[in-house]
């Protein structure tokens, strides 16, 4: 593909993913990752690639929600410090298992992930209180590891469990969001080491994209339904996750 083209097609790839995210304040790792996959790249590519642009477009989103208040610090220690422990081993293993094996193991979490978000659109709202969660950093190691490997997921785990567990969805959010930046700093680091500063046109299409997406976005958050939202991400997933299977089955 020339190189043009391949810009374009990553930018398209982040657009959307940030349209997703924007009006669902998660998903734009798990679903930019899926497409990437789908598009042919390798999981340690697809997930650097995206951990590469999350860096810069997760820090800004995390130091906005900062400016704004809507960050808890000691919700954010308790989540970075184990996620970035995560993050580092997911990135040695998705690094260091054959790209085949590791497409396939990645199949059942892209299909659990369709079926998470589907489940998302049809719950309803839980009460909330301002204290930090039991098990948060279990969730956080858990949350990094898996983000790491299949590219995305750390919004879609973290939120989902801290909001059900009762936490306020607006810090909630805030602070999944800035710890995520140190989260994917972290990642990009392995990466770095393991793969090198390769997939410089995604990269650079995933940002450009996702920034140029990023005012829709936050129109489709006030205006699209959330349940609408969710179904738009949890297909996607799930068609990518399908897709992946009859690939194995041939």
Known sequence: ????????????????????????GMAYGVVSAAMLLGL??????????????????????????????NVRRQLFWTLAIPGVIGAVIG??????????????ALTPYMLGMGVFL?????????????????ATRPLGLVAGFAD?????????????????????PRTVIGTVHLAKSVVSAAASVSFLLHVGATNGV????LIVGGVTAAPLGALLARRMPARAATL???????????????KALH
């Open 202 to 205: 995604a990269v650079l299409g």
């Open 148 to 168: 790491a490997v299949a590219g995305g997921g750390w919004s879609a785990l973290t939120v989902t469990t801290l909001v059900a567990r009762g936490a306020t």
């Open 1 to 24: 593909m020339p190189p043009l083209s391949e810009f374009f097609t990553f930018a398209a790839v982040g657009a959307f993913a940030q349209l997703v995210d924007g009006a669902l």
């Open 91 to 104: 990135a040695y293993v998705v690094t260091h298992v054959p790209a085949n094996w590791m497409r396939l």
């Open 40 to 69: 042919g790249l390798p999981p340690a590519a697809a997930s650097a690639s995206v951990h590469y642009a999350e860096t810069f477009t997760c820090g800004a989103s995390g130091l906005s929600h900062l400016a704004a208040g």
């Open 232 to 246: 738009l991400a949890a297909t996607a997933v799930l068609a990518l996750g399908l897709n992946n299977v009859v």
């Open 118 to 134: 589907l489940r998302r659109a049809t719950r309803g709202d839980r009460p909330h209180d301002d204290a930090v969660p039991r």
